[in-house]
């Protein structure tokens, strides 16, 4: 078997629609992987369309035809040669020497053309004609009939990634271009079509059946051989299976002895194991080899549960028989052109998502089917995935052509995905049943389909069919129906039973308002903040630059987004009339809602038994609810999730029942938690007012309330005091009323600096109570980045933050106003 990659002499032409007068749009160098977008932006055509309103200016891209075009010579040299694309954004057409191939009209499937009778020796000319995705969707939706959906074009008529017509975080492009890899393969005798792997536990020993296609060109016998090796290169487990004359598929099942079983992040090691499958002929003459496959695979069992009791259905995780708390955030494609996105970036946001304390990535339904390199790396580090199937916001038609190509991509997804360890869950789609039943779709179809058979069918279906050892569920939010009822049911997003979305608050209420639910697993919910102030001005280049300017409401993608932010914001601060006050505002307020929210679930434990935030990422620079922005740039989110997320939380909270306070004591380890919890009613100056100890043991994986004392909770004077909770070494802090109604006096502090190797060590000693110190150094230098934000200081208390930097940051520059950010500075807008 040879793969050859179809990567030079790429040109790319406007074939028909609007264009620019004096652009010379023939012959334009074109890369692939790549997109239009990208191709004119390398060849200077074009400005970056992440830029102030490029993106606006640059609509005529995506209501445009395009040809793109290579010549490659070739000459024979195996009994079969096919052209094969692993990604084809969207509606194309490929021709090979004048002759028409393929046609295809998915972007999330991958399409193989035999050309073996077409290739000519020597030259041959290669051609991949796309259509405008914006006018196809657009006659599809006419042609299926026009059906509910988010946003302003009818994304749920056409097979292309839904957030590649904008979302209310992403831009509008609707780009086209060969997204994936282009190979030529040629091969004899016989090649495999795919491998799938399932790998299972069944007592103490490893059960892998690896399922094989092949494709072949004769009767010639052929035999599979498969080899597990342990972690480490230990012993290797092989088995092998013969395919006799004619024979196109089997199975061969490998019995792996009490293997190293793999485990999510917090409860154990991910080991994994490599697996290789080679194919050969089994002639008497000794084999030949023909192709082969390599990947790795774990060992583990997991369990969706949803128990019934007198609060409602919950809804969990059960890994290797164990319950896992979810510690999640909610997955974007990585880049607005996610063929960007190289292994790595992938690298680094498996990193960025591990090290602030998440165990589970959802890949969520409006984007792609994510890569291999993102479940290979999520596999390694241990970190749960969830993926959507690949519809979301809309009412979809159950129809033809539409409903054959859902199937298709469905079905190569899930053959793709089943063999990583990490995957714990397939999802029917994202909002979805909340939509028919909630969103007034149900009179809006009049009748017509939406869906219903993809999720209740059609995927179930597929799942049990290619990877029964994942759990399957219709949708997101998504409520247990009780037998005899139909689905969806009469509220799709209950909060006592399965899953919800939490959206009204961001839209409507305060944040505070998340201690009102006291939901079972919550699947959505976030609360959006300005992107690092780097990232924000070198992609924005208003002067002046304001919340309101006009590239920053092209940067707001949300509906109605800057009044939400205002009105979020004004309950607990002023609103600044500065942009360096304004944005640092509103980093903040974004950072306490979410930390807010993640302590009130996890204190809900074990009736609440996870949240996935949204979002994690973010695929341009962008007003967003992602703790990383579209550079790449942790926001203060990130440290309010890493603090949320601790493995050991103590969190102050109201009583369940209502009145009153409660510490919570959250212990997310195998080893009890043991010391003496002290719990404190101080002035903001420092002095303390009441103070009880007692010992506490929070048993491992589990939790611990204890009510305040009377003399703790309540206050003389709720504008200058503050309830401090400590219990070994961890520590949380309760304010009586919020920044703009206390007495909370300027920040004044002593500050010194030293360099330490690569990083500056800032130490901060407090001289009043400063809350939520952060370091913007990225104003300073834009690539530098700083390990910890959001520290609050009691007075006399000492903080080191380590600024990892080349530059000569001086203490002046990294204490001045602009830099050095704290709530009370919002509170007294101007320091003297």
Known sequence: MKRIPMVHDWTMS??????PAGLDLDGVPASVPGSVHTDLLAAGLITDPYLDSNEAQQAWIGQSDWRYATAFEWRRTSERSELVFEGLDTVATVSLNGRVVLAAENMHRTYRADVTDLLEEGSNSLTVGFSSAVREADRRSLELGARPHANHHPYNALRKMACGFGWDWGPDTATAGIWRPALLEEWSTARLVSVRPVATVEGADGLVTV?????????????????????????????????????????????????????????????????????????????VPLDSWSGRIGFRTVTLTMPADAAGVGFGFEVNGRPVFVKGANWI?????????DRARYVQRIRQATDAG???????GGGIYESEDFYSLC??????????????????????????????????????????????????????????????WEHLLDGRTWGADYYYQLFPGLVAELAAHVPYTPGSPFTPVPDGEAPPGPQPNDPSRGTMHIWDLWNDKDYVHYRDYQPRFVAEFGWQGPPAWSTLTAAVSDSPLTPESPGMIAHQKASDG?????????????????????????????????????????????????????????????????AVDGDGRKKPLYAAVRAANADRLLTVQPLRSGQGLRAAAVNDTDVPWTGALSLERRMLSGEVLAAETA????????????????????????????????????????FFAEYRDQSLEEDRFTADLERQGDALRLRITARTLLRDV??????????????????????GETAEFFVITDAPLTLDELTSREVLRTANQLVHPRRG
Not at 14 to 19: D, I, V, W
Not at 227 to 243: E, K, M, W, Y
Not at 358 to 364: C, G, P
Not at 615 to 624: E, R
């Open 333 to 341: 494609p990585d880049d607005a052109f996610p063929h960007r996105v």
């Open 774 to 795: 952060t370091v913007l150094a990225d104003k300073l230098d834009p690539d530098a980045t700083v390990d910890r934000a959001l520290a609050t200081l009691l007075p």
């Open 211 to 287: 399922h094989v296609d092949v494709d072949r060109t004769g009767n010639e016998p052929l035999v599979v051989v498969a080899r597990v090796g342990a972690p480490g290169g230990g012993a290797v487990t092989s088995a092998s299976v013969a395919l006799g004359a004619g024979g196109t598929s089997s199975a061969v099942v490998l019995s792996v002895p009490e293997p190293e079983l793999w485990w999510p992040r917090g409860y154990g090691e991910p080991a994994l194991h490599d697996l290789t499958i080679e194919l050969s002929t089994a002639g008497d003459e000794g084999r």
């Open 379 to 440: 596999d390694e580090a241990g970190l749960l995935t969830w993926q959507d199937f690949l519809l979301a916001c809309a009412a979809y038609s159950e129809d033809e052509p539409l409903r054959s190509e859902i199937e298709a991509e469905a079905r190569e997804a899930v053959a793709r995905l089943a063999a990583h360890p990490s995957l714990v869950l397939l999802n029917g789609n994202n909002e979805n049943l909340w939509g028919f039943r909630d969103w007034n």
């Open 562 to 626: 800057y009044t939400k932010l205002t009105r979020g914001l004004v309950p607990h601060l002023p609103v600044p009339q500065e942009m360096h006050d304004w944005h640092w505002a509103m980093q903040l307020n974004q950072a306490n809602a979410v930390r807010t929210a993640i302590e009130w679930f996890r204190s809900l434990a074990p009736h609440c038994t996870g949240s996935i935030v949204w979002q994690l990422n973010d695929c341009w620079p962008v007003t967003s609810w992602a």
């Open 14 to 19: 406007h074939t028909a629609g609007p264009r």
């Open 695 to 734: 010992l506490v043991t929070v048993p491992a994986r589990g939790s611990f309330d204890a009510v305040l004392p009377e003399s703790v909770q309540a206050p003389d004077y709720a504008a200058a005091e503050m309830v401090v909770a400590e219990l070994d070494g961890a520590r949380a802090l309760w």
């Open 358 to 364: 998440f165990n589970l990535l959802r890949v969520w």
